[in-house]
């Protein structure tokens, strides 16, 4: 059955909901969304949360991805400050995810750290609460055991291109499918970045309730 259409104007789902306390993980689908499922992640952060957002990475996720761009950053951290931690190893950059999230300083806390285990991503569930501060966890792979509360898988969609100018590129889009959660059902959601309010909403005409076989797209 076809899930029904909701509006552009329609809340995003509780699973898109703001993330306040705990710990998710997004995987990327593939070696080129690695820039989408970041900007996602930023994205879950609470937006009356005005403390600063954290990114910690290894010298060689930099160098296979770069830095994140100043000004597209900041629009998606909503003005937020941005810290950049950066590890000589997994291990140096899941201590400081991990200590960060503890500090209680920062309203979010990312890790590009794929080889975290269920134990230290137990550690991480736990800082979070002790900080009352949210973590994402980027990985580039997925069926590792987790802590995670909700695991996400990430890809870049084709915009619609701009109403008022045809030859200009539209928001940024992206699917993201709950692969797995502790009490929400899985579900795919299209969405795109507001212009004016620089958060994610759900896409207009692809925008369903999410609820259908996981890995296929309401627009099919």
Same mark, same amino acid.
């Given at each position: 059955?076809?899930?029904? !259409?909701?509006?552009?104007?329609?809340?995003?789902?509780?699973?898109?909901?703001?993330?306040?306390?705990?710990? %998710?993980?997004?995987?990327?689908?593939?070696? +080129?969304?690695?820039?989408?499922?970041? #900007?996602?992640?930023?994205?879950?952060? $609470?937006?009356?949360?005005?403390?600063?957002?954290?990114? *910690?990475?290894? +010298?060689? /996720?930099?160098? %296979? @991805?770069? +830095?994140?761009?100043?000004?597209?950053?900041?629009?998606?951290? =909503?003005?937020?400050?941005? !810290?950049?931690? !950066?590890?000589?190893?997994?291990? %140096? #950059?899941? /201590?400081?995810? %991990?200590?960060?999230?503890?500090?209680?300083?920062?309203?979010?806390?990312?890790?590009?750290?794929?080889?975290?285990?269920?134990?230290?991503?137990? $550690?991480?569930?736990?800082? *979070?609460?002790?900080?009352?501060?949210?973590?994402?966890?980027?990985?580039?792979?997925? =069926?590792?055991?987790?802590?995670?509360?909700?695991? /996400?898988?990430?890809?870049?969609? #084709?915009?619609?291109?701009?109403?008022?100018?045809?030859?200009?590129?539209?928001?940024? +889009?992206?699917?993201?499918?709950?692969?797995?959660? $502790?009490?929400? $059902?899985?579900?795919l959601w299209m969405l795109e970045v507001d212009d004016e309010t620089h958060r994610l909403r759900l896409a207009d005409r692809l #925008? =369903? @309730?999410? @609820?259908?076989?996981?890995?296929?797209? @309401?627009?099919?």
């Open positions: 059955m076809t899930p029904s !259409i909701e509006p552009l104007s329609s809340p995003v789902p509780p699973p898109l909901t703001d993330l306040s306390t705990g710990l %998710e993980e997004t995987c990327v689908a593939g070696p +080129r969304d690695m820039a989408t499922t970041l #900007a996602f992640a930023l994205a879950r952060a $609470r937006q009356e949360d005005r403390r600063g957002v954290g990114l *910690a990475v290894t +010298r060689a /996720w930099l160098k %296979e @991805h770069g +830095r994140p761009y100043g000004p597209g950053r900041r629009s998606l951290c =909503g003005g937020r400050d941005l !810290i950049l931690m !950066i590890g000589r190893t997994q291990a %140096e #950059a899941l /201590w400081a995810m %991990e200590q960060a999230l503890r500090s209680g300083g920062l309203a979010l806390v990312l890790g590009a750290v794929d080889g975290a285990d269920l134990t230290q991503t137990r $550690r991480l569930e736990f800082a *979070a609460r002790d900080g009352g501060s949210a973590g994402v966890l980027l990985r580039t792979r997925t =069926g590792d055991l987790s802590a995670a509360r909700r695991r /996400w898988r990430v890809a870049s969609v #084709a915009s619609e291109g701009d109403a008022d100018d045809v030859r200009a590129p539209g928001p940024l +889009r992206l699917s993201a499918e709950l692969t797995r959660s $502790r009490g929400e $059902r899985p579900g #925008a =369903g @309730h999410g @609820h259908g076989p996981v890995g296929r797209s @309401h627009a099919a």
